[in-house]
């Protein structure tokens, strides 16, 4: 299972019972965080999500509405007892102001929390089953985008064809690692003519509060589904520009140009009760967007 | 109007869609914010309070479960366009808490902030129709408790007798304050013959965390509501002694030598999910105990 579970898609004010910004990703067992909105831990107790599970937390900038739910949630780890490490990916600044609030509370964690400022573009976490990278996107402050990806799957064995050349099942492993393999006469048996391709790695991007800036579909090509940044309808993109937000349709301009197999919008501003706008002008210039709904969790 | 609404009875985890503490104390057309953990703004819109309308915010202690709702609310007035002042009473270490967000997000308040540290005991705001006192409470941090007092009413012109005493109505605001009038021949009319007591000023008391110290009684001698924090049941004393907590009948036993009028008792430990225990035990020491339930207004 590979997917996004959407928990705040407001932007700065909550609104209407929407929250700020917070997403959790599941691949398999692994559920990482992105963004922290106030509120998070609410959200996840509101929708069954196991905060002991996390283990990941990237953090995209330091505007409230995206991290103001960030010390109760580790705080709140520490009283339940969590003993496990818990590695946070975030803006540098964001270290201080933790430290200071645990210094406050006189409060020391049960768990090691592993802090990895956010500096420069490219892999920030390379596990056996995924890895994540950032890149910038472009606000009034600081602020990365974040993508997973799925790790390249294995080969599969194809059964007959093993047992018709003679394989030994101790090589299958190497088999499923895309070798070659050499029979004691010498003789090569081509990887493709015993296996079949694996599931192809799926990506997850989220570009966070962003001005519309084109070249970030480069940072993000083909990827399975883009979340990006909506804060505002077409009519406004003065002021989307002017508050280095997106509308509808840029957002839907770079998951065209990125060739993204999927778009969700989300970060909507306060000011819209409805959201019905949103879906039609997405949808208008690509086709395969939808809305990031609270609780819903849209698969990879 | 004089009345204290709910907004988090629960204590550090949030459970049971219970809220960390927040308090609304009306008086009039002031709104007081005392405590404000997180999601406090969200509890704001779900019971139609106007954030606007607070000028002044007491936080007890720096236990994030007490204050994480602070940085949103606040900035949240800020992208509100609020423009007059607001004020902040507080343990000094959250100045620079809130100081490295406001930085890190590169906000400028459209307002003015003003920080008061809590330091000693005593009056810390003193208006017109109200004062607050702070004083301390037992707690692992240094924390404090507050009590909000209506000034003294003025007393009341009893019609008939300002006539039969012929005196003129130039003269009334100083009988209201209590003043004898001395007639032109030099006769002294006693203030008592010719006006009525006003109504009696009322007081609201909020005991936030602490341990049993009926030293606290001494603190809040007659107030007509005491807020006393009840994290545990009896059972479990000796554990809220170790953690700087108050059971249901150590509260109702402050209430008692306070002897004040109502007991409001909140703050419950997340591992209870029913709260009928809490008022049976406390109703049993204090029978004018009720249970701080949210949303709810308690007339004072």
Same mark, same amino acid.
């Given at each position: 299972?590979?997917?996004?579970?959407?928990?705040?898609?407001?932007?700065?004010?909550?609104?209407? *019972?929407?929250?700020?910004?917070?997403?959790?990703?599941?691949?398999?067992?692994?559920?990482?965080?992105?963004?922290?909105?106030?509120?998070?831990?609410?959200?996840? /107790?509101?929708?069954?999500?196991?905060?002991?599970?996390?283990?990941?937390?990237?953090?995209?900038?330091?505007?409230?509405?995206?991290?103001?739910?960030?010390?109760?949630?580790?705080?709140?780890?520490?009283?339940?007892?969590?003993?496990?490490?818990?590695?946070?990916?975030?803006?540098?600044?964001?270290?201080?102001?933790? *430290?200071?609030?645990?210094?406050?509370?006189?409060?020391?964690?049960?768990?090691?929390?592993?802090?990895?400022?956010?500096?420069?573009?490219?892999?920030?976490?390379?596990?056996?089953?995924? /890895?994540?990278?950032?890149?910038?996107?472009?606000?009034?402050?600081?602020?990365?985008?974040?993508?997973?990806?799925?790790?390249?799957?294995?080969?599969?064995?194809?059964?007959?064809?093993?047992?018709?050349?003679?394989?030994?099942?101790?090589?299958? *492993?190497?088999?499923?690692?895309?070798?070659?393999?050499?029979?004691? /006469?010498?003789?090569?048996?081509?990887?493709?003519?015993?296996?079949?391709?694996?599931?192809?790695?799926? /990506?997850?991007?989220?570009?966070? *509060?962003?001005?519309?800036?084109?070249?970030?579909?480069?940072?993000?090509?083909?990827?399975?589904?883009?979340?990006?940044?909506?804060?505002?309808?077409?009519?406004?993109?003065?002021?989307?520009?002017?508050?280095?937000?997106?509308?509808?349709?840029?957002?839907?301009?770079?998951?065209?140009?990125?060739?993204?197999?999927?778009?969700?919008?989300?970060?909507?501003?306060?000011?819209?009760?409805?959201?019905?706008?949103?879906?039609?002008?997405?949808?208008?210039?690509?086709?395969?967007?939808?809305?990031?709904?609270?609780?819903?969790?849209?698969?990879?």
């Amino acid at each position: 299972m590979f997917g996004v579970t959407i928990l705040g898609n407001n932007s700065a004010i909550p609104a209407y *019972d929407r929250h700020p910004t917070a997403q959790i990703v599941t691949l398999n067992e692994q559920l990482f965080l992105v963004d922290c909105g106030e509120g998070t831990q609410m959200q996840l /107790s509101k929708y069954k999500i196991r905060r002991s599970r996390i283990n990941h937390i990237f953090i995209s900038h330091l505007h409230g509405d995206h991290y103001f739910g960030l010390p109760g949630l580790i705080t709140g780890m520490g009283l339940l007892y969590r003993e496990h490490d818990l590695h946070l990916y975030a803006p540098l600044p964001l270290k201080e102001i933790l *430290d200071s609030q645990l210094k406050a509370a006189d409060t020391r964690l049960p768990f090691t929390l592993h802090f990895h400022a956010l500096e420069k573009e490219g892999i920030i976490a390379d596990e056996e089953k995924f /890895s994540v990278a950032c890149f910038p996107v472009y606000h009034r402050i600081e602020c990365w985008g974040f993508i997973i990806r799925e790790k390249k799957k294995p080969r599969k064995i194809d059964k007959d064809k093993v047992v018709l050349y003679d394989i030994p099942p101790v090589f299958y *492993d190497h088999l499923k690692n895309g070798e070659d393999y050499t029979t004691q /006469s010498g003789e090569v048996i081509k990887n493709e003519w015993v296996t079949l391709p694996g599931i192809p790695s799926r /990506s997850y991007a989220y570009c966070a *509060d962003t001005i519309y800036a084109e070249k970030l579909a480069c940072k993000v090509q083909n990827v399975n589904i883009l979340y990006h940044e909506t804060t505002y309808l077409k009519d406004l993109t003065e002021r989307a520009a002017s508050r280095f937000h997106s509308t509808t349709v840029q957002a839907a301009k770079i998951a065209q140009l990125a060739n993204a197999k999927k778009l969700l919008i989300g970060h909507f501003s306060s000011k819209y009760e409805k959201l019905d706008e949103f879906l039609i002008e997405a949808q208008q210039e690509f086709p395969n967007a939808e809305l990031a709904v609270e609780g819903v969790t849209y698969i990879i």
